[in-house]
């Protein structure tokens, strides 16, 4: 069973940055693909970004590209989203997850989730 726990988040003005973390623990990381979603308050949660077991792809969705970038560091089990150019919009709760197979930005094709990380960005 994997357990993941999200880090990072947290208040900041719109125009800065933020580094959030998801460490793994509880199975074999470098075997697991791993996403970022995002759910703002009254919103359904949505698919922000993903990346290959390897890290060699990565995938995003429009709203974020240029600004958002996602890694991983296979050694230390943790992977991260790097947020700049933050605006109110990107408000939200912060979820990683993980699954056992190819990169996907479907919700439902997740095996393994956080619990969230808050991102508050003020104007």
């Known amino acids: 069973q994997v357990q993941l726990v999200e880090s990072g988040g947290g208040l900041v003005q719109a125009g800065g940055s933020l580094r959030l973390s998801c460490a793994a623990s509880g199975g074999t990381f470098s075997n697991l693909a791993m996403g970022w979603f995002r759910q703002a308050p009254g919103k359904e949660r949505e698919f922000v970004t993903s990346?290959?077991?390897?890290?060699?792809?990565?995938y995003y969705a429009d709203s974020v590209k240029g600004r958002f970038t996602i890694s991983r560091d296979n050694a230390k089990n943790t992977m991260y989203l790097q947020i700049d150019n933050l605006k109110p919009e990107d408000t939200a709760v912060y979820y990683c997850a993980a699954r056992g197979a190819t990169m996907s930005k479907r919700e439902y094709e997740y095996d393994y989730w956080g619990q969230g990380t808050q991102v508050t960005v003020s104007s």
């Open positions: 990346i290959s077991w390897s890290g060699g792809m990565t």
